[in-house]
Antibody, heavy 120, light 107 residues
């Protein structure tokens, strides 16, 4: 079964660092881009950036550049999203998703989501 | 960035109704338009890619059409499990952008 499995929910304080993960299985993880999507409470979907695990080529949406770091470790089929200093406004659900060229670059497989809560 | 605008933002409908959601792009995106369904507390699910292609496993009551800047998602006969939020997304250029969503609620 093709799937992406994300790490569990996190509760952090402002200023703390965090790294969440997304592990792929059932397909060639290095052959498809992985995107990270933010969904703030009660809001819509925003693509933050994408990474090609084969060579770690990464493209950030400008509004997220410098705010987060996206990385991947192809040896363990895992992509990451990290923050060096969290803010309350980072509170959101974060999804990883596979971008598949066979379906017009749509995101066809999604992780279950990681809820990040930042509160003092 | 290409702006994607959906209408309506929400709608109320009954089981068995035909429902249509529209998505407009701020510039031409050919047919690089995808539709997703998101149920409360769940990850989005791909329904339609390249404007009109049904993703594997998606019921045939869902259909998509359009090209250029104007697109529609139709549900021919609304079922109880279809009450959800629906998002369009362009895959024409970077950054990929989503519409703001349309919530389909029970009348």
């Amino acid at each position: 079964e093709v799937q992406l499995v994300q790490s569990g929910a996190e509760v952090k304080k402002p200023g703390e660092s965090l790294k969440i993960s997304c592990k792929g299985s059932g397909y060639s993880f290095t052959s498809d881009w992985i995107g990270w999507v933010r969904q703030m409470p009660g809001k819509g979907l925003e693509l933050m950036g994408i990474i090609y695990p084969g060579d770690s080529d990464t493209i950030y949406r400008p509004s997220f550049q410098g705010q987060v770091t996206i990385s991947a470790d192809k040896s363990i089929n895992t992509a990451y999203l990290q923050w060096s200093s969290l803010k309350a406004s980072d509170t959101a659900m974060y999804y990883c998703a596979r971008r598949n060229g066979y379906v017009a670059d749509a995101f066809d497989i999604w992780g279950q989501g990681t809820m990040v809560t930042v509160s003092s | 960035d290409i702006q994607m605008t959906q209408s309506p933002s929400s709608l109320s409908a009954s089981v068995g109704d035909r429902v249509t959601i529209t998505c407009r792009a701020s510039q031409s995106i050919s047919n690089f338009l995808n539709w997703y369904q998101q149920k409360p507390g769940k990850a989005p699910k791909l329904l339609i890619y390249a404007a009109s292609n049904l993703q594997s496993g998606v019921p045939s009551r869902f259909s998509g059409s359009g090209s250029g800047t104007d697109f529609t998602l139709s549900i021919s006969s609304l079922q109880p499990e279809d009450f959800a939020a629906y998002y369009c997304q362009q895959s024409y250029t970077t950054p990929r952008t989503f519409g703001q969503g349309t919530k389909v609620e029970i009348k």
